[in-house]
């Protein structure tokens, strides 16, 4: 790579960042919009024409506040462990399959994995750090349910490679002719379940249950570090939509109709958020020890058999 192509792959991983930023701030005010419609009452209203510019003044609030830091913490591993979690979910992004070959990711779904994999760490440093009984607590809770689902969500992937014969996300967007979402109904409803695992949202958000867990890892968290918590949080719900509509719905990335799925998928988090009641912890390991796994490995025997079946009649 010479200087000039360097130099536009950081100019587009950076304009990237920038529209991922803009997006998480819509989309917090899409949620407390359309959650304030489900209890009847109002969402953010007063800031500009309907409230479009309050997620910006929420930014400017909190990253004005004064910075808090307990007593007892491990100063630098609680500093950094926000700064951790978002970078973490931004470096994910580069695995969308933009056809430009600005970057040539023919290992994206494994770099996809290394990286979720990784995103436990953020939450565990962050509730250990703290040096408080509910962060550790919350944490803990975390990374045992996050473990738990990433071994299906592996399995279902593995199902896709043997399918599609490749580690590459573009390949998902050539081979749907017919979309997966039809061929394998019962993973996409599992994929979409272990989503709301892995980004700890409603009704699986026992590492901030704020009804027991007093807001969970991110008690001590104020100011900044609630807010880049609060954004790496935000930015992959919206990267698991993303991968939905790639994996599942065509993965036309350049239609709009892909970003509208993305956004309807999104929305199906927040309908979900103001319906559902928290799980029950046992029920949660249950689900995905005795339902999700089994289903996920026999599906990915059928796979593997129908591609050995492809490969004896066809070659």
């Not at 500009?48 to 510019?53: D, N």
């Not at 933009?98 to 994999?117: A, D, G, K, R």
């Not at 992937?157 to 967007?173: A, E, H, K």
């Not at 289903?295 to 070659?315: A, C, E, R």
């Given at each position: 790579?010479n200087?000039?192509?360097?130099?536009?792959?950081?100019?587009s991983?950076?304009?990237?960042?920038?529209?991922?930023?803009?997006?998480?701030?819509?989309?917090?005010?899409?949620?407390?919009?359309?959650?304030?419609?489900?209890?009847?009452?109002?969402?953010p209203?007063?800031?500009?024409?309907m409230?479009?510019?309050?997620?910006?003044?929420?930014?400017?609030?909190?990253?004005?506040?004064?910075?808090?830091?307990?007593?007892?913490?491990?100063?630098l591993?609680?500093?950094?462990?926000?700064?951790?979690?978002?970078?973490?979910?931004?470096?994910?992004?580069?695995?969308?399959?933009?056809?430009?070959v600005?970057?040539s990711?023919?290992?994206?779904?494994?770099?996809?994995?290394?990286?979720?994999?990784?995103?436990?760490?953020?939450?565990?440093?962050?509730?250990?750090?703290?040096?408080?009984?509910?962060?550790?607590?919350?944490?803990?809770?975390?990374?045992?349910?996050?473990?738990?689902?990433?071994?299906s969500?592996?399995?279902?992937?593995?199902?896709?490679?043997?399918?599609?014969d490749?580690?590459?996300l573009?390949?998902?967007?050539y081979?749907?002719?017919?979309?997966?979402?039809?061929?394998?109904?019962?993973?996409?409803m599992?994929?979409?379940?272990?989503?709301?695992?892995?980004t700890?949202?409603?009704?699986?958000?026992?590492s901030?249950?704020?009804?027991?867990?007093?807001?969970?890892?991110?008690?001590?968290?104020?100011s900044?570090?609630?807010?880049?918590?609060?954004?790496?949080?935000?930015?992959?719900?919206?990267?698991?939509?993303?991968?939905?509509?790639?994996?599942?719905l065509?993965?036309?990335v350049?239609?709009?109709?892909?970003?509208?799925?993305?956004?309807?998928?999104s929305?199906?988090?927040?309908?979900?958020r103001?319906?559902?009641?928290?799980?029950?912890?046992?029920k949660?390991m249950?689900?995905a020890?005795?339902?999700f796994?089994?289903?996920?490995?026999?599906?990915?025997m059928?796979?593997?058999?129908?591609?050995?079946?492809l490969?004896?009649?066809?070659?």
């Amino acid at each position: 790579m010479n200087f000039k192509e360097i130099y536009l792959s950081l100019v587009s991983f950076l304009l990237l960042m920038i529209m991922v930023m803009v997006g998480v701030a819509f989309l917090t005010l899409l949620e407390r919009k359309m959650l304030g419609y489900i209890q009847i009452r109002k969402g953010p209203n007063k800031v500009s024409f309907m409230g479009i510019l309050q997620p910006f003044c929420d930014v400017i609030k909190l990253f004005s506040k004064e910075q808090i830091f307990p007593s007892l913490s491990n100063y630098l591993m609680f500093y950094f462990a926000p700064i951790f979690s978002l970078f973490l979910i931004l470096i994910c992004w580069m695995v969308f399959p933009m056809v430009s070959v600005i970057w040539s990711f023919n290992f994206s779904v494994l770099f996809f994995l290394c990286c979720t994999s990784m995103s436990v760490y953020g939450i565990m440093i962050a509730g250990w750090s703290s040096n408080s009984k509910y962060s550790l607590l919350g944490s803990i809770r975390s990374i045992a349910q996050t473990i738990s689902y990433e071994v299906s969500l592996s399995i279902i992937l593995m199902c896709f490679i043997f399918l599609i014969d490749s580690y590459n996300l573009l390949n998902f967007v050539y081979m749907q002719k017919i979309w997966f979402f039809f061929i394998s109904m019962p993973l996409a409803m599992i994929w979409f379940i272990i989503m709301l695992a892995e980004t700890n949202r409603t009704p699986f958000d026992f590492s901030e249950g704020e009804s027991e867990l007093v807001s969970g890892f991110n008690v001590e968290y104020g100011s900044g570090g609630f807010a880049l918590i609060f954004m790496a949080e935000y930015a992959s719900i919206l990267f698991m939509s993303m991968l939905f509509s790639l994996m599942f719905l065509g993965g036309d990335v350049f239609s709009l109709i892909f970003y509208l799925k993305m956004v309807f998928l999104s929305s199906l988090f927040i309908l979900i958020r103001g319906t559902l009641p928290r799980f029950r912890y046992d029920k949660l390991m249950n689900m995905a020890w005795k339902s999700f796994l089994p289903v996920s490995l026999n599906f990915l025997m059928f796979f593997v058999g129908i591609k050995m079946l492809l490969m004896v009649f066809f070659f």
